[in-house]
């Protein structure tokens, strides 16, 4: 087991290396020079030009640009907004909070969603309930996300007045985003709920759990849905940190003001030291939440041993 | 009523010139177009709330041009004058000015007792210390380009600053002496970090920034307004300034009639509507600094005046007011807004395009190209014309426009496909010539508009002629409004007269109050007097 | 917003029995999910074929009627807000709809294929080469990779349909190689690796065909996942181009008119969401049909 956690660690490291060229590259590739879209539509002298750029130090070559990007990461210091000249560490540490809260919301609103209607779509395969419990759970799924929030905010906050439009940090204004992008995400939860109930129920220890006379309530939760959780609990992890990133326009539509909004409003003003600072840290956060899943598996499943 | 001051909105015209004897030149007062006052005291308390689509970069002068920067820099800011309602500069914390007679120095006097909201004095040192910084090369500061020819600042008493020119500077006063001054104690104390924690004079002070979410200023109790254009010569009446951030211009007019906000840019399609809601006041400025235009590449059939002409005939700039902007805008056919000193009506009618099919196709069979094949399309050597227009995202009436004026083209001729793209990623393209045209809005208030956007090499990079930077240096550098009026006039007559860009419109600004608001206005450069606001519950 | 929710890593990894197409399609049609989604994609098929007789009006002419009227009887989506036919503008977009989730799937599935195949079949450092380049890609959030290559190739519905296609093709990959190493090791693959077969043979009479199930099953779920990615790219504006009929840019341009005109957001939203409900719903019912282990329950 520790032996397999190590090897699991180590395969992890050649991925946020190749994630951290990768991030680098961006910004040589994306065409639009930073220091002339500062200056856009201003005839600026080419000798401020010359001093910002010098000041971001793009005025050196690449691989230097690269050695020296690389060493700064790994102290930790992601380089300055050119917006904001805040350091970016900072920028993105400001707003993380806001969009952990959003998905930790969503990701219990996709859960209790996915959980009731997977149980209730394998518990009545087959029928109208299976069929509305899945069509149910697809619609979140089928929506484009800002219709799906412009319409819940005027219904529920312009026309019935129960929510604020404007988030006050309160847990009630986490109500509306996490609704929404909850509904989005929980379908992936619910289907997968389904199968493996379905996979499980049909094993030999339900059948006797069954023939043992227990209700069927205290085997479909004790039992059935214990054993179905394993795989779950993976795609839960993996799309936590799909939700990290996933809300770019449910945070722009409810003036959420997390990540995902900061990304693009920072590709918007090609602000590359930020933008380049959040693409890093969504996918390492990405990489770290799916290895500790995968650890997380391995203790969980009693199944799967790991030489 | 409380006040006889009914918001105005003159044309602007920039005198440096008033202190030596010239005297001051009125042209077409506009109509009023403002909120009347109502009747009753104001009273003071209470928070005015409103939205802004995205955080602004920094509150800093010397770190900024954004226009939303410079808005929210105006409630903590005094600068050396402003531009009153008979567009010359009066004097705010500069009591008075002197121009010395070759127009290179001007000298302000700086009132006495002013202080900045951390006590330190507001002196001449102090208003040195803010232009040098914009002047120090080791600052960048993007805002540098509007100090012209600015080449030293001197503070030889705390009363008294002396600019120093070394060609005379005729757009000093608009794009230089408005610019906020700041405290040089809250910059030592903040450093990099002033733009986040600014600290001048002005009727409010800085509270607090909650990273993306909303920027909080509180009432100055201690001010004193020297403008004569603001009712309010004392405090502001509400406590406290509250800009939420809201980047879904759907989800600000929710907010609005949720009751969360007093103020609303008010979305175009929402007007109509909003207008009808006996709770909701529109206050509409319609002579705005705004300026929508296309603009050529200097590439083939771009660089041919014939074919920027055509595409200036064809255009129906009605038929865009109607559809895309719902009516809220004016057909301007100068290449200056219509609030500009340099605007004029008859001379852009005499110089200018209007909407003309024939004349269109007639231009565009001077250039050499005629329908032969009847296709609709017009050829040169028997290959059809082709071109794409061009706009940003993501700004719905932007694109409905293009898509007015692709319409319109192809009526004449010019086979036109259109494309979008994010503000961003427009520049490189533009300056390399991809972009053959487009549709482009600027805001701006002084006549040198021309300047910013023809003086080679242009603000694209495709502009370069010898004769109209001739005509333009002579504006930027003659100090007598009338002479300097005549040489930009001079300028915008060639820049019609070669079509070098296609004005279309220039769009209204409008912004909805509730009905506890009351007394909003902006002045004549279009900046918010929020300290003359006041709230009833 | 999409590709990361979709599991591909959970998708059956097993050959595909034998069975025929018409026992497959009766058993796919049996259920109402595929029976719901069936026909709304036959309808979207139909619509987008015969688009010019169905549509009334030049979905793309200017003022053919009233600015925003509501549905009536001469325009039955009534009209935008430059007086255009809403209904034939929705008809001729359903083209778009079909082109973009086509489009993007065969990137996907063409990469994925590609890669997954190789990986499997080669194993050793080539498969944990490309399986960790793999990785890192999906380590990329869905849309924030398509924003970034939508960034560097420029905005428009091609640039969009390639990136939308490369930021989903991991998942094919990974399901692909998943196949791959299951079905490598069976007897007839590794007789007809014994008699000489060359391996490229192998992948295209032995590998292929047993990996389809999979790939048809993910490729069901990823093109209504694709054509939502495009519509929230056009939110940034980096969709489709104006005057194009995407349903997505239909939706985005309409937003503000949401009080005063809801008919112009409502008819593109609803038409997004159907469709891609009924993918959704078609997808869901041939992975239970595809999947051998559900299937005999």
């Known amino acids: 087991m520790a032996g397999y956690a190590l090897r699991r660690v180590a395969t992890t490291i050649p991925v946020l290396f190749a994630i951290l060229t990768l991030v680098f590259l961006m910004r040589p590739l994306v065409p639009g020079d930073p220091v002339a879209i500062m200056f856009f539509g201003r005839s600026s002298s080419p000798e401020v030009v010359a001093n910002m750029r010098h000041q971001l130090g793009l005025d050196d070559p690449l691989p230097i640009q690269y050695v020296r990007y690389l060493g700064d990461v790994l102290r930790g210091d992601l ?36 959980l009731v209607a997977g149980i209730l779509a394998a518990v009545y395969k087959d029928t109208a309930i299976d069929t509305a419990a899945m069509v149910f759970a697809m619609a979140g799924l089928s929506m484009p996300g800002f219709w799906f929030g412009l319409v819940m905010i005027y219904f529920f906050s312009v026309r019935l007045g129960w929510f604020s439009v404007i988030p006050d940090g309160s847990l009630k204004s986490l109500v509306l985003p996490a609704l929404t992008l909850g509904l989005i995400a929980s379908s992936v939860v619910a289907r997968l709920v389904r199968s493996a109930m379905l996979e499980v129920l049909g094993q030999d220890f339900i059948r006797t759990a069954r023939a043992k006379g227990l209700r069927e309530r205290r085997v479909l939760l004790r039992h059935a849905l214990g054993n179905a959780m394993i795989p779950v609990v993976t795609i839960i992890g993996l799309q936590f940190g799909g939700l990290l990133s996933g809300a770019f326009i449910i945070e722009a539509v409810f003036a959420w003001h997390g990540i995902g909004e900061l990304a693009v409003d920072a590709l918007g003003k090609r602000d590359f030291p930020l933008i380049q600072g959040i693409v890093l840290v969504i996918a390492t956060s990405y990489v770290l939440v799916n290895l500790l899943v995968d650890l997380l598996y391995a203790v969980l499943d009693p199944r799967i041993t790991y030489s | 009523m409380t006040s006889l001051r009914l918001f105005r909105s003159f044309v602007l015209i920039v005198s440096i010139a008033l202190l030596i004897g010239t005297p001051a030149i009125l042209v077409s007062a506009a109509p009023h177009t403002g909120r009347l006052q109502e009747a009753g005291e104001p009273t003071p308390g209470g928070t005015l709330r409103m939205a802004i689509s995205e955080e602004p970069d920094q509150l800093d002068p010397a770190r900024t041009i954004e226009l939303l920067a410079g808005q929210l820099m105006g409630n903590v800011l005094d600068a050396l004058v402003y531009i009153g309602d008979d567009g010359l500069p009066h004097g705010w914390v500069a009591e008075s000015w002197q121009i010395a007679p070759d127009g290179k120095v001007i000298t302000f006097k700086i009132r006495p007792g002013i202080k900045f909201h951390d006590g330190t004095p507001l002196d001449a040192a102090a208003v040195k210390f803010g232009y040098d910084r914009i002047l120090d090369p ?400 | 917003m999409s590709a990361a929710l979709t599991a591909p890593a959970l998708l059956p990894a097993r050959a595909k029995t034998r069975t025929g197409f018409r026992p497959f399609l009766a058993a796919l049609f049996s259920r109402r999910q595929a029976q719901l989604g069936g026909a709304v994609v036959l309808v979207l098929v139909l619509a987008a074929i015969f688009a010019p007789l169905i549509s009334p009006y030049d979905p793309f002419e200017l003022r053919v009627g009233p600015l925003k009227e509501p549905p009536t009887r001469a325009h039955p989506f009534g009209t935008d807000d430059l007086g255009r036919d809403l209904f034939s503008r929705i008809v001729y977009g359903s083209r778009i709809t079909l082109q973009i989730g086509t489009i993007s799937v065969a990137v996907a599935v063409g990469l994925g294929v590609l890669v997954g195949i190789v990986a499997g079949f080669y194993g050793g450092w080539v498969d944990a080469l490309l399986m960790r380049f793999t990785d890192v890609m999906l380590a990329f959030p869905g849309f924030l990779l398509a924003l970034a290559i939508v960034a560097i190739l420029g905005p428009g519905l091609n640039n969009v349909m390639i990136a939308v296609g490369l930021g989903s093709f991991p998942g ?8 791959v190493l299951t079905v490598r090791e069976m007897e007839y693959v590794t007789a007809g690796r014994v008699l000489g077969a060359t391996p490229p043979h192998i992948m295209r009479r032995a590998i292929l065909p047993n990996v389809l199930a999979p790939i048809i099953v993910l490729a069901s779920l990823e093109f209504p996942a694709a054509v939502l990615t495009a519509a929230a790219l056009s939110f940034i504006g980096l969709g489709a181009q104006p005057p194009s009929p995407e349903w997505g840019a239909l939706l985005v341009d309409a937003r503000t008119y949401i009080r ?28 239970d049909v595809l999947d051998p282990r559900l299937r005999h329950r």
């Not at chain 2, 879904?248 to 008010?266: K, N, S, Y």
């Not at chain 2, 109509?272 to 400025?285: F, H, K, M, N």
């Not at chain 2, 296309?294 to 005046?305: V, Y």
């Not at chain 2, 219509?338 to 395009?353: S, V």
């Open chain 1, 79 to 114: 380089g300055t907004s050119i917006t904001t000249r805040q350091p970016v560490v900072q920028e993105i540490a400001e707003r993380f909070p806001a969009t952990l809260q959003l998905a930790l919301g969503s990701l219990a609103v996709s859960c209790l969603v996915g």
């Open chain 2, 138 to 537: 080791a600052m960048a500061a993007p805002y540098k380009e509007f100090l012209g020819t600015l080449q030293k600042v001197d503070a030889p008493d705390p009363a008294t600053v002396a600019f120093t020119f070394s060609e005379p500077y005729a757009a000093f006063f608009v794009n230089g002496a408005t610019i906020g001054i700041v405290s040089p104690a809250g910059v030592a104390q903040f450093g990099d970090d002033f733009g986040h924690n600014p600290i001048g004079s002005g009727p409010f002070k800085f509270r607090e920034w909650q990273a993306g979410s909303k920027i909080v200023f509180e009432r100055n109790p201690d001010y004193v307004n020297f403008r004569e254009d603001d009712t309010n010569k004392g405090p502001a009446y509400v406590e406290a300034l509250e800009y939420n951030v809201i980047p879904e211009a759907a989800t600000q007019t929710a907010a609005f009639e949720a009751g969360e906000l007093d103020l609303l840019d008010v979305p175009r399609e929402d007007l109509a509507r909003l207008s009808e809601d006996p709770d909701v006041e529109i206050v509409t400025l319609e002579k705005s600094n705004n300026l929508n235009f296309i603009e050529f590449a200097n590439r083939p059939p771009f660089n041919n005046p014939s074919f920027r002409k055509a595409v200036s005939y064809s255009i129906d700039r009605q038929a865009i007011i109607d559809l895309a902007y719902v009516g809220n805008a004016t057909v301007n056919q100068c290449p200056v807004p219509i609030n500009n000193a340099a605007y004029d009506e008859a001379l852009c009618a005499e110089h200018g395009y209007t909407f003309d099919q024939e004349k269109a196709k007639q231009m565009l069979a001077e250039a050499g190209w005629t329908d032969g094949d009847g296709n609709g399309i017009v050829e040169m050597e028997g290959k059809d014309l082709q071109v794409t227009l061009w706009s940003y995202a993501p700004y719905p009436t932007q694109s409905k426009t293009i898509e007015i004026m692709q319409a319109d083209l192809n009526e004449v001729g010019i086979g036109t496909d259109i494309q979008v793209i994010e503000f961003g990623a427009m520049q490189p393209m533009l300056e390399s010539g991809e972009i053959g045209f487009d549709y482009m809005r600027w805001t701006f208030s002084d006549q040198s508009i021309l300047t910013q956007l023809f003086k080679t090499p242009g603000w694209t990079k495709q502009t370069s002629d010898p004769a109209l930077d001739a005509l333009l240096v002579k504006a930027d550098t003659t100090v007598d409004p009338v002479a300097r009026l005549e040489a930009s006039r001079a300028a915008m007559v060639y820049v019609l007269d070669n079509a070098m860009i296609a004005p279309v419109i220039s769009d209204w600004i409008q912004t909805a109050t509730g009905q506890q608001v009351h007394n909003y206005h902006w002045d004549a450069l279009v900046n918010e007097r929020l300290n003359d606001v006041w709230l009833t519950s």
């Open chain 3, 172 to 179: 094919f990959a990974r399901v692909v190689r998943g196949s």
């Open chain 3, 260 to 287: 005063t005109a809801p008919h112009l957001i409502n008819v593109p939203g609803a038409a997004i969401f159907v469709v891609v409900l009924a993918f959704n719903l078609l997808g869901n019912t041939l992975r």
